[in-house]
């Protein structure tokens, strides 16, 4: 095998790993945009929750 053949092989094998980072990177990014959607989600339901639990005292407190 000679030195051209090996720095090829180097090459590919690089580009290879590079494109698999970039891969995980893009990866990373989808994943970290979907918890910001879903923690928006939960915080939206966590106000819904503290309306509906104080309308439910009340409730508890208007015909207790």
Request: aromatic share 2%.
């Amino acid at each position: 095998m000679n030195l051209e053949q090996k720095l090829e092989e180097a090459k590919a094998k690089r580009k290879e790993i590079v494109e698999q980072v970039n891969a995980l990177a893009e990866e990373i990014e989808g994943l970290s945009q979907q918890r910001q959607t879903l923690l928006q989600e939960a915080l939206r339901y966590d106000g819904e929750c503290r309306v509906l639990e104080a309308l439910v005292e009340e409730d508890k407190e208007g015909s207790g």
